[in-house]
Each structure stands twice: as structure tokens, then as C-alpha cells.
């Protein structure tokens, strides 16, 4: 079934119980499955379920750079596509990339580029190919937090992994992990993402109505939540190399 259809939104957003309309409190994330090595044919991969979300990362790199007049003679670049799938979404996508998926992937490249040393790979590119074949709100900080593990399966020497999760405001009151409904019929909707070796913020975007005091709060109640996410990154990079080193042993 469609997850949102046109501008078709409920009017309240939580039940008589309390609860969100899928279910969930106030500071609940959507159920998160990730997995690493998925993809044969590319250096490293990943791949998420996040509520409805269903998101696959590639890694290609390091390698030469094509074209090669965007290669940096001192440094390496990191260049990421981010596309929803045409069917990703009820409304059919055009399947040319728009102005949203072009602004998506900076938005990503610039939350991953802190936890890379693109300085000891001059004239050498990293590419991270995202490609969203469900989508139901939060996609830009799930494909961060996909496209780190598949960063980290690609080998590539990292600083840490970068977690990302929205947080914002629905009738009124503040939850984690919007869906694509509260998203679209919510106040506000504040996409965070964090570098874990020095804890910094390296993302921060906002939409809708909030006052500048509620930034602290939606910052704390983020915490939790993107130290949750990390776990799971954490746990999937771990149960590859546990799978195969029983198959290892198996042989
Ligand atoms: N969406 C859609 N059609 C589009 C773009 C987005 O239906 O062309 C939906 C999709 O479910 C997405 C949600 O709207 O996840 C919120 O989109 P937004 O631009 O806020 O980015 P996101 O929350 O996915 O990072």
C-alpha cells in the first residue's frame, strides 16, 4: 500500500493511546536493519531498512578520477549520487535526477568527508553510489548512515562512522525518526548527524517552525537515539567478518 498518497495527511498525528500512528513513543526509532558486503561487483556496500525506508550504498574507491579535470593534485575527492528509485515513491519520480536528489548528495558528501583522509590520496577519487528503492521519510539521514558502512566495508581508512537521524515536532510535541507522514504533516523536521571520533555535528538542517530554545532540547533528544544507530552500524560490520570466519572454519 502507498505510504503517502498526494497531499492526503491525517489530521492528528497520534492515537487515542498516546501513541504515534504507526505505533511507536515519542523517542522510538522505526525498527533498523543494515548488512554490509551485499553488492559483488563493488568495492564495498551496505543495505537498510529503516521503517518502509529500503536504501542500497555502493563504494567504489580509491580510483582514478573521471573525469579526470575534477582529479586535485594534493588531495583525493569524494563524489556523492544520491536517486530515489522512480517507484520509490507513490507519486512516480522522474527518473532524471532532480534539484532534491543534487542537494541530498552534497548534503551526504559533506557529512562523510570529515571522517575520511582524502588528504593521502591525491589525484584519487572515492565514489558512493545511494540508491533509495522505498522511501518514507528520513532518507537523507539514512543514506549518511548507509553510505558510512559502506565506506567502512570498502576498507577504506576512516576516522570513525557518521550516524545521522531527524528529529522535529508533531502536533506539538517533539519525537526522533519522523516518518514520511509526520515529516510531511508535522511543525518541524531537523535532520542531525554526528562524527563519532570527535563528536561533532556535521550536519544540521531545518524545516518548519520551531523557537531557537528548542534547539538544545531537540539536540539532547537526539543523542540517545543516533548512539542506538551507531550500535547497529557497529554490529553489522562485526557480524560479516563473524560470518566469514565460520565459513572460513567450515572449509
Ligand atoms: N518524497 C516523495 N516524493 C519526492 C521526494 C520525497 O514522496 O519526490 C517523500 C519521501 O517519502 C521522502 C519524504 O517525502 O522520504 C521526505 O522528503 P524530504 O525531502 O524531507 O527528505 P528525507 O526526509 O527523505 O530526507
Redesign the pocket.
Known amino acids: 500500500m502507498p ?2 498518497i498526494n497531499d492526503e495527511y491525517p489530521e492528528k498525528l497520534f492515537r487515542e493511546d498516546g501513541k504515534r500512528l504507526d505505533g511507536r513513543d515519542l523517542n522510538e526509532l522505526r525498527p533498523i536493519k543494515m548488512e554490509v558486503g551485499v553488492i559483488k561487483n563493488a568495492d564495498g556496500s551496505a543495505y537498510m531498512e529503516w521503517g518502509n ?1 529500503k536504501i542500497f550504498a555502493a563504494v567504489y574507491g580509491p580510483r582514478d578520477v573521471h573525469p579526470h579535470h575534477l582529479a586535485k593534485p594534493d588531495r583525493g575527492i569524494l563524489r556523492v549520487f544520491y536517486r ?1 528509485a522512480t517507484f520509490s ?3 512516480r ?1 522522474r527518473p532524471a535526477p532532480g534539484r ?1 536528489e543534487k542537494e ?1 548528495s552534497m548534503i551526504v558528501a559533506d557529512c562523510l568527508e570529515p571522517i575520511l583522509f582524502l588528504e593521502l590520496y591525491p589525484d584519487t577519487s572515492f565514489e558512493v553510489f545511494i540508491d533509495v528503492m522505498d ?7 539514512a543514506s549518511t548512515t548507509v553510505a558510512a558502512l559502506a565506506l567502512a566495508d570498502a576498507g577504506i581508512p576512516m576516522k570513525s562512522l557518521v550516524s545521522a537521524l ?1 528529529v522535529g515536532k508533531i502536533d506539538g510535541k517533539k519525537v526522533v525518526d519522523l516518518s ?1 507522514i509526520e ?2 504533516a508535522g511543525e518541524a ?1 531537523l ?1 542531525i548527524a554526528i562524527t563519532w571520533y570527535n563528536e561533532e555535528i556535521s550536519l544540521l538542517q531545518f ?1 518548519g517552525d520551531m523557537d531557537l530554545d528548542d534547539l538544545t532540547e531537540f539536540l539532547d533528544l537526539a543523542k540517545e537515539s543516533l548512539a542506538k544507530i551507531h550500535q547497529i552500524q557497529l554490529d553489522s560490520l562485526k557480524s560479516k567478518y563473524v560470518t566469514l570466519k565460520r565459513e572460513e572454519g567450515e572449509n
Open positions: 505510504l503517502i525506508n530515489m515513491v507513490f507519486d519520480k532534491r541530498i522511501a518514507d521519510g528520513g532518507t537523507r539521514c531527524a514520511g515529516d510531511k523536521d535532520p524545516d
